[in-house]
C-alpha cells in the first residue's frame, strides 16, 4: 500500500530557528524546500525559507529506506511548499 509523505508520523516536522520570543513557526504552505542536507540513519534534513527567515527541520522517518526516498523527493521539490510535499505518494520498492 502505497503511503504519502503526510501519512508520515513525524510530518509536517517541526522547523528549528533561531528567531527569539515572538517568532512563530510558518504554516506548511508558506515555507519552501531550499535545501536537502541529507540522512543519517533514519533522520532527513534539510533547509527551507519563508521570506526572510530561514528553517532547519529534521524529520525522523520510520527507516532508513523510508527517510532515503523522502530525502529524494525533497531535493526533487526545491522551491515547492511543505503543504504540496505532503502530498506526494513516497514510492514502493
Known amino acids: 500500500m ?3 509523505v503526510m501519512d508520515l508520523i513525524n510530518w509536517p516536522p517541526e522547523p ?3 528567531g527569539g520570543r515572538g517568532i512563530s513557526a510558518p504554516l506548511l504552505g508558506q515555507v519552501s524546500v531550499k535545501k ?3 540522512t543519517v540513519g533514519r533522520r532527513v534534513s534539510f533547509d527551507a525559507a519563508f521570506e ?3 528553517y532547519h527541520y529534521f524529520l ?3 527507516d532508513e529506506t523510508t527517510a532515503k526516498k523522502l530525502a529524494t523527493i525533497l531535493e526533487n521539490s526545491i522551491g ?3 503543504l504540496s510535499i505532503g502530498m506526494i505518494e513516497i514510492p514502493e520498492d
Do not use: Q
Open 2 to 4: 502505497t503511503k504519502g
Open 16 to 18: 528549528g530557528y533561531a
Open 36 to 38: 536537502v542536507i541529507g
Open 52 to 54: 526572510r527567515w530561514e
Open 60 to 62: 525522523e522517518s520510520p
Open 80 to 82: 515547492k511548499d511543505l
